[in-house]
Structure formats: C-alpha cells, structure tokens
C-alpha cells in the first residue's frame, strides 16, 4: 500500500484509509460487530494504516468497536475521530445541536480515549463548525490537549477556507475532512486553494457518493427506513434515474481498463492531489479489496481530462442533504 503525508504535517498514512461509520451507524441496522472487527483486521493485513470514526457514530458504539477491534495494533494505526455535538442524553442515535464549547472538547476527548482504548487520539476533528464558538477558542482548546500528550493532530470537517485560515493561525490544521466526489465538487472552489497554500492535507468522505458511484444502486433501489440515505435528496428515485448518467460515465472508462467504476471513482480523487487521502467506508472485505485496487490505477492526463470533459456536461440533480444539515456544512 502507497504511503501519503497529509499535508506539510509529519502524519504519513495509507493512501486510502477506512471510514467506519458504516460499521455501526447510517447505512441501515447495525452489521455483526465481530464481523466488522474482521473487516478491520482484513484492513490492516493489507495495508491500511488510517481509521476513522466519530463519538456520534451510534452514538459511542463505532470508538467502542474500533477500540476493540484495533487493540491488537496500537501503535502501528492511525485513528482519527471528532467532536462537536451535544448527543441525546438517552444514548440514542442523533444530536441535540453543536456544542464546540472547549470544556465539552475536553471531555470529549477524555470519554474517546476510554472508548479507543488509546493513550493518544491521533488525529481530531471538529466535526462542524460550532457558530457559537469563536474558531480561536476550538482550536486553542485542542492546542492545550496537544501540549497535554492527549492529542497529536488537530482537523476540521466541512469547514469554510475562511474559518480553517483563522483556526490554522492558532493551531496548524493537519487535515480538513469534507465530502469530495465526482458528483460533489465544491471544495475545488475554495477550500482545496487553501489547504494547498497553507500545507493542509485533505480527507474526502463518501468518496463514493455514499455508494451511489459504484454503479449497485439505481433508480429502483430501495432503502431500508434505518438507511440514511431514505432521507437525501439527492437519492430519491428521480435523482437517482437523472444523476445515472455520471454512473454510465464511470462505467464507460472503468470498462476500457478492466477495472470497476468505484475503483475509476477513487483513482480520480487519488489523482487529484499527492496530500489527498480518501476514507471510502464499507463492511465487506470484497469491497474493501475493490477499493484498495484503486490506488495501483494511474489515471493519464488523457484521461482525466477526458472524464473532466464529460462529467462537465452531466448536472447532477438533488441537494446532498436536507437543508437542517446543509446548513452546518461550510461556516
């Protein structure tokens, strides 16, 4: 597996980690945990050295799983996981607003390092920007868990260039994690010029557009009611038939070079910038193994361009979110 450094920091990890939301939480009822931990053992043994989970992945059940699942490697992985919600009090999926607050980072810190059962938390992201919170006081709050040995790298998720510059200035910023995709490119406007100019390395999640990409679900796919995916706009039936053309397109390429349009997906993100790292989730080891012959595929100038040309003709339909959600990405 091919190595990658995050930006100008010194955190080198796989070129392709592991998002493990999936494993616990979102994508329907929950997966046998000791099947997972298998898919993170199968993870490791081929080379993927960067996990990512969340305290709101189920909530705590995902830092639980990984915790355990990752024992056997500490030390040797790198595991990145974020804070930012007020969770339910009842312990039950979802949150009750943002909470940023630096005495809550704190204890969220405290509470994953339990759960992970690691000495150090990796890497931190604040999970949304809270706009209660000046960005100075979050990033000075993870500075202090820095100098305390509890935290080595700071990270930000779904952030706007202007609020990751101020945070930056107080703490370095290692990696921004956002949702990058074919059919979701609006970090190319402003966030990827900033993160390139200050040395910032870059996350994608759903790299896959939550498994649109892969070319498994079409108009007729049907979501269970536990499956986030029931409440996106960009996957009711009539997106899914309006945005297959992006799916035909990946198809069309990934049929020219025997490979398979999820691994087309994830070398154009791979090919985009050497300080990009995505984390495509999944719960099958086929998959996983898919995912990871992504990164031996070079994608030539030719064609790149020639998937540049054509995605720039395809419109793709549907908000990625409902508006309530949307509305705490980009601050």
């Known amino acids: ?10 955190l080198e990890v796989s ?64 595991i990145a996981t974020k804070f930012g919600f007020n969770l339910n009090a009842d312990g039950s999926p979802g949150w009750q607003g943002l909470n940023s607050r630096p005495e809550r980072i704190r204890q969220v810190a405290e509470a994953s390092l339990k759960r992970l059962n690691i000495d150090v938390i990796d890497l931190f ?45 107080v703490q370095p910023v290692t990696a921004v994690q956002s949702e990058y995709s074919l059919w979701w490119r609006r970090p190319e406007e402003e966030v990827l010029p900033t993160l390139e ?19 498994k679900i079409d108009e007729s796919t049907s979501f269970d009611k536990t499956d986030f995916r029931s409440t996106l706009p960009r996957f009711t039936p009539e997106a899914r038939k309006a945005n297959q053309a992006l799916v035909d397109l990946l198809g069309e390429i990934a049929k020219s070079k025997n490979v398979t349009p999820a691994q087309i997906a994830l070398a154009w993100l791979l090919a985009q910038k050497p300080w990009i790292v ?20 070079t994608l030539t100038a030719d064609d790149l361009s020639q998937i540049e040309d054509a995605a720039s003709k395809i419109a793709v339909q549907g908000a990625r979110y409902p508006e309530h959600i949307e509305a705490m990405t980009g601050r």
């Open 1 to 10: 597996m091919q190595k990658r450094k995050l930006g100008k920091s010194n």
């Open 278 to 297: 995505p984390i495509p989730g999944t719960t099958k080891i086929h998959r996983l193994e898919e995912n990871i012959g992504a990164v031996a595929i």
């Open 125 to 169: 992201y604040q999970h949304r920007v809270d706009p209660d919170v000046p960005i100075e006081d979050v990033a000075g709050a993870v500075k202090d868990l820095i100098q305390a040995g509890k935290v080595k790298h700071f990270g930000m998720s779904e952030a706007a260039a202007k609020t990751i510059r101020r945070a930056h200035a």
């Open 15 to 78: 070129a392709l980690g592991l998002g493990c939301m999936g494993m616990s939480f979102s994508y329907g009822p929950p997966p046998d945990k000791n099947e997972m931990i298998k898919v993170l053992h199968a993870a490791v043994d081929r080379g993927i050295t960067f996990f990512d989970t969340a305290e709101v992945y189920g909530p705590y059940k995902n830092e639980e799983l990984l915790g355990e699942g990752l024992a056997p490697y500490k030390g040797k992985v790198v």
């Open 197 to 215: 100019e200050l040395g910032i390395g870059f996350v994608p999640y759903s790299p896959l557009g939550k498994g649109f990409l892969t070319g």
